[in-house]
T-cell receptor, first 115, second 111 residues
Framework: GAVVSQHPSWVICKSGTSVKIECRSL??????MFWYRQFPKQSLMLMAT?????????EQGVEKDKFLINHASLTLSTLTVTSAHPEDSSFYIC???????????FGSGTRLTVV | GQQLNQSPQSMFIQEGEDVSMNCTSS?????WLWYKQDPGEGPVLLIA?????ELTSNGRLTAQFGITRKDSFLNISASIPSDVGIYFC???????????FGQGTRLTINP
């Protein structure tokens, strides 16, 4: 079945630094990838949708200059949290869908803690 | 943004009991998905529904795509401790790439 690998699973960084999170589709071509943010005891909040080779489409209220998304290949998308602050601490999850699948496969998530 | 109303928000049951949860929306969906999320993990797909009226089972899990295309339910029979977690419904509006998620149902099982 479709597998999405997300790395790292957790990261601690200092305030003001940038953090990159990778999302890879291991056994299918991911034409579209999605990035979510999840606060404790809450549902997944979509941040942005990225199609391979195109600029990401950001949801209302999500700062595109702060959350940089790159989807340069059919198997890799990255989310970079720039100039991170403690309020950016959250659980970030990616998902991917491909040309042969109706399903949306999720990565295992990245716990970001900004200190 | 578009929201799915998922209920109940939480359930506390005894091991062996059956569980039922549902999602409703004011919009028509052409796909309904049910996910389970364990702590510190991403959601894992349980059941996918693509047609109005479709009833699909996956082991002890059964889900149905409502005939009006605005609702779906998930049933779990004979619950076991590993069923503990948060269950999310998600819907796919026709023509839209993104999924809309329900608020989640947190399931706790007393042994």
């Amino acid at each position: 079945g479709a597998v999405v690998s997300q790395h790292p699973s957790w990261v601690i960084c200092k305030s003001g630094t940038s953090v990159k999170i990778e999302c890879r589709s291991l056994d299918f071509q991911a034409t579209t990838m999605f990035w979510y943010r999840q606060f404790p005891k809450q549902s997944l909040m979509l941040m942005a949708t990225s199609n391979e080779g195109s600029k990401a489409t950001y949801e209302q209220g999500v700062e595109k200059d702060k959350f940089l998304i790159n989807h340069a290949s059919l198997t890799l998308s990255t989310l970079t949290v720039t100039s991170a602050h403690p309020e950016d601490s959250s659980f970030y999850i990616c998902s991917a869908t491909g040309t042969r699948s109706h399903g949306y496969t999720f990565g295992s998530g990245t716990r970001l803690t900004v200190v | 943004g578009q929201q799915l109303n998922q209920s109940p928000q939480s359930m506390f049951i005894q091991e062996g009991e059956d569980v039922s949860m549902n999602c409703t929306s004011s919009s028509i969906f052409n796909t309904w998905l049910w996910y389970k999320q364990d702590p510190g993990e991403g959601p894992v797909l349980l059941i996918a529904l693509y047609k109005a009226g479709e009833l699909t089972s996956n082991g002890r899990l059964t889900a149905q795509f409502g005939i009006t295309r605005k609702d779906s339910f998930l049933n779990i029979s004979a619950s076991i401790p590993s069923d503990v977690g948060i269950y999310f419904c998600a819907g796919h509006i026709q023509g839209a790439q993104k999924l809309v998620f329900g608020q989640g149902t947190r399931l706790t099982i007393n042994p």
